[in-house]
């Protein structure tokens, strides 16, 4: 058993690398309050869907940012090329995501 930054617990299925779950927290702390531990819970299923597509049998940073874009309302889209500058990443390196 595993506890989140809001203090739920659950399993860990697939392996994370620490630079997985520090973007993971970066991004959990722009988050507001109340929607931490849904949004959470939705970017680990995520991210692990898609690491168990790719065959892998850990989660990495690519695979945290692309679960975070397909998570993010239409709404909010247009804002994430700046946020991602916030984290130190290159929104044109990730275009295709957008």
């Known amino acids: 058993m595993y506890r989140d930054t809001a203090g739920s617990y ?3 299925d697939m392996n994370w690398n620490d630079a997985a779950e520090d973007f993971l927290n970066a991004v959990l ?7 931490r531990e849904s949004t959470e819970s939705r970017l680990r ?4 869907a898609l690491a168990e597509e ?3 049998n850990r989660v ?4 945290v940012i692309t679960a975070w874009v397909r998570n993010t ?8 090329p700046r946020q991602m500058e916030r984290f ?3 929104p044109d390196e990730y275009g295709h995501l957008l």
Do not use: N
């Open 54 to 56: 790719d065959s892998k």
């Open 88 to 90: 130190g990443l290159d």
């Open 73 to 80: 309302p239409e709404a909010l889209r247009a804002d994430l």
């Open 60 to 63: 990495g940073v690519e695979t």
């Open 45 to 48: 299923g995520t991210a692990e």
């Open 10 to 12: 659950y399993e860990k």
């Open 29 to 35: 702390a722009q988050t507001p309050r109340p929607d």
